[in-house]
């Protein structure tokens, strides 16, 4: 991608797949829960791997925080 450019949700969860078994994924932002998508990446990464994610919790209710 060209600097500035920003990843769509289909590459994310493609480098989501990518990522070794035995990884622990650190996932920040700003704050990670402002991308569209990010719910789909963080339920892929968590289907695979450790995960630490770290947010102010203010995008989180309760649906978003049984999911995780």
Same mark, same amino acid.
């Given at each position: 991608?060209?600097? *500035?450019?920003?990843?769509?949700?289909?590459?994310? #969860?493609?480098?989501?797949? /990518?990522?070794?078994?035995?990884?622990? =994924?650190?996932?920040?932002?700003?704050?990670?829960?402002?991308?569209? *998508?990010?719910?789909?990446?963080?339920?892929?990464? #968590?289907?695979?791997?450790? /995960?630490?994610?770290?947010?102010?919790? =203010?995008?989180?209710?309760?649906?978003?925080?049984?999911?995780?």
């Amino acid at each position: 991608k060209e600097q *500035g450019d920003e990843l769509e949700l289909d590459d994310w #969860l493609r480098l989501a797949d /990518a990522v070794p078994r035995y990884a622990i =994924v650190n996932i920040t932002g700003g704050e990670p829960f402002v991308k569209k *998508g990010a719910m789909a990446v963080v339920e892929r990464v #968590l289907d695979r791997q450790l /995960a630490t994610i770290l947010t102010n919790g =203010v995008l989180l209710d309760e649906e978003r925080i049984r999911r995780l």
